[in-house]
């Protein structure tokens, strides 16, 4: 009994560690994970009795069904190799591992160490950077990733996890509910602090979500509460000007508009994609069999579309991808594709509805789908890996550590 509970918790300590390391190596979760595959067929007593109900929801089964769609269609295309599609086997992986975790607090906790370390790291560069130029981040530039130690929108999204992990424990220990609250309101801060776009948006939606359906109060005060955060929000809005121009706020609506059409990728990404879709040679039930294939036409795009050549060079070495997970979906895989992944998204917000931080994760990862190809490489498949498998299995945080074995 004891070595089977000391096999359990380090489990559970050796998944923790995966989301810590996560931001800040590509090798060592992978290796991480290859211990946890072996403790979990080598435990197999303990195993054998895990409850694997869970991966049976329609969700799960919807996002498998779309992974196994996309193996099936390269091998017939002969693509297999063009594609990255290796990387989903972690869709599979981790929520199946996720099912031996006994003791779902620490992944939490694992989340909100993993939000500190990369919000302490960004902060030490953004100090450096302040003191070397006398400002906090320039308007654009590969210059921010390396002065903030990862990709902002990455960064941001990791914080947006760690705060959502943070009201989680907050909310069911009350002993130490004020510290992960004022965690999350300096995670909060520090995401408008590095202008984190979509982050920032989603933290605002979020925040309406928990005033208009999770807060249980009168509507008087839900809406005294709607109006002293649309406050505190638009008045640090008015002082950082870094997120002013990245929401391109500064100057009249005309200067505005110049701007994003003329610093905005996304604006040039997607229009090149669009004219992709609109060939007549694009398949639209099933898409382009080959990754290689998208990026090569979209490299043709960004020549062809802009203006501003030293621009257009960066896209192009760069390779730039979509940008849009739906985007993406829609070009590599077609109706087909893209309706698996809406169903995926649609059914998971479904089951966890009554649930505001499970909500809350969902929320947070269709907006980033949104503005991020998260499927695109190893960190992204990691984190939608790990928010299919906490929204998909049902825990108790309040109860003590359960053993698989009682």
């Not at 996304?266 to 879709?277: D, G, H």
């Amino acid at each position: 009994m004891n070595s089977n509970i000391t096999i359990n918790k380090v489990f559970d300590y050796l998944f923790c560690l995966m989301i810590i390391v996560l931001p800040l190596s590509f090798a060592y979760p992978n290796i991480i994970l290859l211990l946890l595959v072996f403790i979990f067929f080598f435990d197999f007593k303990s195993t054998k009795k895990i409850d694997f109900s869970p991966l049976k929801k329609p969700s799960v089964i919807s996002i498998w069904v779309l992974i196994l769609y996309w193996y099936l269609k390269d091998i017939i295309s002969g693509h297999l190799l063009d594609n990255k599609h290796s990387l989903f086997i972690l869709i599979f992986i981790v929520p199946l591992l996720f099912l031996k975790i006994q003791n779902q607090t620490r992944i939490y906790v694992a989340f909100v160490v993993s939000g500190f370390i990369v919000a302490l790291n960004a902060s030490i560069g953004l100090i450096e950077y302040y003191i070397a130029n006398h400002q906090l981040l320039p308007f654009e530039g590969t210059v921010i990733n390396q002065i903030l130690k990862m990709e902002r929108p990455y960064l941001g999204f990791i914080c947006l996890i760690a705060i959502i992990s943070a009201l989680n424990l907050g909310f069911h220990f009350k002993k130490h509910a004020w510290p992960m609250y004022a965690y999350a309101l300096l995670m909060g801060t520090f995401i408008f602090i590095i202008s984190a776009r979509i982050s920032s948006i989603s933290l605002i939606v979020i925040l309406l979500f928990y005033l208009v359906f999770y807060l249980k109060t009168s509507l008087k005060n839900k809406f005294t509460f709607g109006v002293i955060a649309l406050i505190a929000i638009i008045s640090f809005i008015a002082m950082n000007k870094n997120f002013r121009e990245r929401l391109y706020l500064n100057g009249d609506t005309a200067e505005a508009i110049s701007k994003l059409k003329s610093y905005e990728p996304r604006l040039v990404i997607w229009s090149c994609a669009k004219e992709i879709i609109q060939n007549p040679d694009f398949n639209h039930w099933f898409g382009i069999n080959s990754e290689k294939k998208i990026e090569e036409l979209l490299v043709l795009g960004y020549d062809k579309k802009l203006t501003n050549k030293y621009r257009a060079q960066y896209y192009m070495d760069v390779k730039l991808n979509t940008h849009n997970q739906f985007i993406a979906t829609y070009l590599n895989s077609g109706i087909i594709g893209l309706l698996l992944l809406i169903s995926f998204l649609v059914f998971q917000f479904i089951s966890s509805k009554k649930d505001f931080i499970k909500t809350a994760m969902i929320v947070s990862l269709i907006l980033f789908l949104l503005v991020e190809n998260v499927l695109y490489r190893q960190n992204g498949v990691y984190l939608f890996a790990l928010i299919i498998a906490i929204t998909t299995v049902n825990f108790d945080l309040t109860k003590k550590e359960i053993i698989s074995q009682h």
